[in-house]
């Protein structure tokens, strides 16, 4: 019985940490994207900070947009809310 358990232990297919070059380009391309994306998100949160104005709750709510929607919120607040903030605000 104890052979058995040792066989199975044993003999046990480990996968391989070998990649084929496809696999490796798309790992490579998605890390690339994830990386891109926070450090996008941590852009337009700063933006947000810093250039936003403070009256009412604007600054808040966009802060929560951001934070909550992550990527998609950095973008909705990059093509939508920032354009008019610098027409509005020239900042």
Known sequence: MINNVFYLLANVGVPSISMNPIGLVVAIFL???VFASIVFCIWMLVDCLKNEPSEG???IVWLLV???L???G???YFFVRRPERIKRFGR
Do not use: E, R, S
């Open 31 to 33: 890390f690339g994207l």
């Open 57 to 59: 709750n604007d600054k």
């Open 66 to 68: 951001i934070l909550l």
């Open 70 to 72: 992550q990527g998609l």
């Open 74 to 76: 950095a973008l909705i």
